[in-house]
């Protein structure tokens, strides 16, 4: 019984180990240095004190609470009706629809952020054709109003899916019971469909919430003079003038506490509010009649359209003639772009993103399923701390984990900085989540009697772990290790903490070409990674025989 | 306090499938009528025309006098009970109760006395704080009935309302539905697939095949008297012979090949008619000296206290049922060549095709 217990045993310490070396360290490492005096080694508060004591810095934190409120609540009002038309109603291609507002999920928030410069921004395409139509000086959408812009188009998807999961799971005899006693189509509504969707819309809000928080590419390019929260930790960091590492580390720490209150909130809420609903009968969607059908088309359309907008851009100008260092338009089509990047000689962004990549993923299976499996099926205190210590990398901004990696791993016995290893181990923790969720999912419709089953009739525990269960939990795996992937080739916010000219990835690259204004290269490195997320997801809907995804 | 509903030619349509075609109906005041068939009969179709959640393609429905076809479901004032209970898992059982008076927009102290009342009359008043998922699946159908009931509907509607209950849960399930429904008088339509729940709960069952009903009557007429195979397989278990019917000086009767069985309460009949005879298990008799009967092989016997069940095998290879009430002494050892007579007060005659009954109506 002794060894038996042991090979699990072994694998937990282990994972502990990767995972306490990796992200409690690093975090704790952050958390000294905030309050770390580099002059006298003492104990001090005057990095806190300083952010709080000066509008200079809180201001941030304030912009970013209204940036983030704001895009919380226009997703909201996004995604909520979104999801209850598409379930309502009969939508020609809703299945094509569901696939796109997916994907505008799925892309960086930071390449909508610069496709819609390109639209709205100063020189943009629409601000010229408005301001020739009535002959105004529009400036553009920068700042605030930018910002909010980009993450709700960004972010109501999440909404959307969290909603339509719960509509799917509300069963339509609680409808025909609600009709029966007397309501009318809007009590309905407003009693029974909204009261049961309101936690998954709180969950869904909070997500995007912390999402929207943490983001720093997205301000960074259309904020101009309206500076978020990440964006000063990331020039506190890494900014040409007056970087101070101490003082960043006393943001992230502020960052990471706000974030870890929110996401506190969201599980008690998703655990205190959420109702056991499966549904023998689903809604059916109608087919929608009049007025009716044409409010519901121009809004499900007319809102796909416009989250796809940015990707639709990017595909075009990726397409377009540059002069100018990529900067302008000569009104030709061509392959120049790709020309640049793709075929140029000293370029391995590409190469790298699909190595790093596919490295990490490939640890990101392997530990995830035996995460998965330790948490899910040899409960203990270990196993537990370790389940809550894979969701931490989830909830901290990336930029936060870059800093914290990179600050320990600076030098000393493990020296990693500039490395490809570092940036797989960033992505790997980072990305983990999806796959652990979406296995420990599975693990929980495998009774654990097929196991004792395969062990009665002579296989060893990890016998039957290896035949039995593993092949057993590969639809759920891969569904996440797919999630995990193309959440992965689209990271930014550690990674441009991260790189160095030898370790730069496709998102990194887009970004630096987007500060160099090169336009033309910037798009079609983004149609390179649209692409592969686009090709991903179609196999992913392959894999998973079906048009939901839970993330 | 009960109405009566008049089902009048209706027709439902999908599409182009039609899947009740011209189907009448009289259902009386105060009664428990159960609709009762196989899968996909029309059976919840026809439930639920009734309460509109399916619209009516054809001929119409009247309660208390009035057609009700074009009438909302939130203005029919029907209650409904549902197969998976759709309690409202978001509310407490009184919130779920009251729900249906507060759409009513019915002062508070009016709701709070309904509610008490109605908890009482299907005791679940001790849980009236609790939510749903706290809540059995036996005590959530019970919710679900004081929620439909509490609203004083002119009409209560139940679909499968016990499939999702065990065994021991539903007939304890039934006989308060039953008594609830005595209690209050209210016209009650029920669905069921379970022969058995049916004859235990109804004042009358209709039964239904293919979008047509096969016959009304009490559970005893149904049972007893089935107008037709169908319902002669589908209520119990029915055997079926093949005969041929014949008059002898003004006595008329079955006949098996040989084995003459004279009644009194068939319809006129042809001499030599070809005809089938549904035969219960225990409307048989076994004997195993040899005198008139059909020939029969004792197989195996199951000993279950109260009756015994033979399996005998006929001369034709089939084999049959036969139920009898245990005797002291030994069973009949298997592989024991026996003859079978049939009850001719309780045996039912059917044309060749099954599809009507050659008994004679009972007082006719």
């Keep these: ?551 | 306090m009960g109405v009566a509903i008049e089902i009048d030619n209706v027709v439902k349509k999908y599409g182009n499938n039609t899947v009740i075609n011209g189907l009448s109906l009289d259902i009386n005041p105060g009664e428990f009528f159960t609709l009762l068939g196989p899968s996909g009969c029309g059976k919840t179709t026809l439930l639920r025309m009734i309460i509109g959640f399916n619209s009516i393609e054809g001929g119409e429905i009247r309660v208390d006098g009035k057609v009700i076809n074009k009438i909302p479901t939130n203005l029919r004032n029907m209650g409904m009970v549902f197969q998976n209970y759709a309690v409202f898992p978001h509310m407490s059982v009184e919130e779920n109760v009251a729900f249906g008076l507060k759409t009513r927009k019915m002062p508070k102290t009016e709701i709070a006395k309904l509610v008490d009342d109605i908890l009482d009359v299907v005791k679940i008043r001790e849980y009236r704080d609790r939510m749903p998922d706290a809540l059995s699946g036996g005590q959530q159908q019970r919710v679900a009935l004081a929620r439909a009931i509490v609203i004083h509907p002119q009409v209560l509607l139940m679909d499968e309302p016990l499939s999702n209950l065990d065994a021991k849960l539903r007939i304890e399930m039934r006989n308060a539905i039953k008594r609830i429904q005595q209690q209050i008088g209210i016209t009650t339509v029920y669905v069921t697939h379970d022969q058995e729940e049916a004859l235990a709960v109804s004042d009358r069952i209709a039964v239904m095949n293919g979008g047509v009903i096969q016959q009304t009557g009490t559970p005893q007429e149904i049972y007893q008297r089935p107008s037709n195979t169908f319902v002669a397989n589908f209520i119990g278990l029915s055997n079926i012979l093949p005969a041929t019917t014949y008059v002898e000086g003004g006595v008329q009767g079955v006949d098996f090949g040989g084995y003459k069985v004279p009644m009194t309460n068939l319809q006129k009949v042809e001499q030599g008619a070809a005809v089938v005879v549904s035969v219960r298990p225990e409307e048989f008799f076994i004997s195993t000296e040899g005198d008139e009967g059909l020939d029969a092989v004792v197989r195996t016997s199951i000993f279950l206290g109260v009756s015994t069940h033979y399996f005998v095998e006929m001369p034709n290879g089939e084999e049959m049922e036969i139920i009898r009430p245990s005797e002291t002494g030994m069973l009949i050892p298997n592989n024991t060549p026996v003859k079978l007579q049939v009850d001719a007060s309780k045996i039912n005659v059917f044309t060749e095709n099954g599809e009507v009954s050659l008994i004679a109506k009972a007082g006719a």
């Design chain 1, 1 to 551: 019984m002794s060894s038996k217990l042991n090979i699990w045993m072994g694998f937990t310490l282990v994972i502990l180990a990767f995972f306490l070396l990796f992200v409690l360290y690093p975090l704790g490492i952050i958390l000294y240095q905030s309050i770390l005096d580099p002059e006298s080694s003492k104990f001090t508060l005057a990095y806190f004190t300083k952010f709080f004591g000066r509008a200079f810095y809180w201001t941030t934190l304030v912009n970013s609470f209204k940036v983030t409120l704001c895009a919380t609540l226009v997703s909201a009002a996004i995604g909520l009706p979104m999801a209850y038309l598409m379930r309502s109603y009969k939508i020609p291609g809703s299945k094509y629809l569901n696939i796109l507002i997916v994907i505008s999920y799925l892309s960086p928030p930071f390449i909508g952020a610069y496709a819609w410069i390109q639209l709205l921004g100063r020189n943009g395409f629409i601000t010229q054709i408005i301001n020739n139509i009535f002959g105004i000086k529009f400036g553009g959408i920068y700042g605030f109003a930018g910002i909010v812009l980009v993450f709700s188009l960004q972010s109501f998807p999440l909404i959307y899916m969290y909603v339509s999961g719960a509509l799917k799971n509300l069963d339509n005899s609680l409808n025909e019971a609600a009709e029966s006693l007397g309501c009318n189509a809007f009590q309905r509504v407003t009693q029974i469909i909204m009261p049961l969707v309101m936690p998954s819309l709180l969950a869904g809000s909070l997500l995007v919430f912390m999402r929207v928080f943490s983001d720093f590419g997205t301000p960074m390019l259309i904020g101009e003079g309206f500076r978020t929260f990440p964006v000063l930790i990331y020039t506190q960091f890494m900014g040409e003038v007056s970087t101070d590492d101490h003082f960043a580390a006393s943001l992230c720490v502020i960052v990471i506490g706000i974030t870890l209150l929110f996401f506190f909130l969201q599980r008690y809420i998703a655990s205190r509010y959420s109702y056991a609903m499966t549904a023998l009968k689903p809604m059916q969607a109608v087919q929608a009649h009049g007025s009716e059908k044409f409010f519901t088309y121009l809004f499900v359309f007319g809102v796909t359209f416009v989250a796809m907008l940015p990707q639709l851009t990017v595909i075009f100008t990726s397409f377009l003639e540059m002069t100018g260092n990529g900067s302008f338009y000569t009104g030709n089509f061509s392959f120049m772009n790709y020309e640049n990047t793709i075929f140029a000689k000293d370029n391995n962004s590409i190469f790298n993103t699909y190595v790093f990549g596919l490295c990490a993923i490939g640890i990101v299976v392997v530990l995830g399923i035996l995460i998965s499996y330790l948490t899910a099926r040899k409960p203990s205190i270990l196993t537990n701390f370790l389940d809550t210590l894979t969701m931490f990398p989830y909830i901290i901004p990336g930029s936060v984990l870059g800093i914290a990696l990179l600050s320990t791993f600076n030098t000393g016995i493990i020296s990693l900085s500039g490395t490809a290893i570092i940036i797989i181990i960033s992505l790997t923790i980072r990305r983990m989540p999806y796959t652990i969720r979406s296995s420990t999912a599975i693990i929980s419709q495998i009774s654990p009697s097929i196991e004792e089953a395969a062990i009665s009739l002579g296989c060893t525990e990890f016998q039957s772990f290896r035949k039995i269960m593993v092949p057993m939990m590969l639809p759920g795996v891969l569904a996440g290790a797919i999630m995990s992937w193309i959440t992965l080739i689209s990271e930014l916010s550690s990674s441009i903490i991260l790189y160095t000219s030898s370790t730069s990835t496709l998102t990194v690259a887009i970004y630096a070409e987007v500060i160099r204004s090169n336009f033309g290269n910037a798009a079609a490195y983004s149609t390179i990674l649209t692409l592969t997320s686009i090709l991903s997801l179609l196999f992913f809907f392959r894999v998973t025989n079906n048009k939901d995804i839970s993330v």
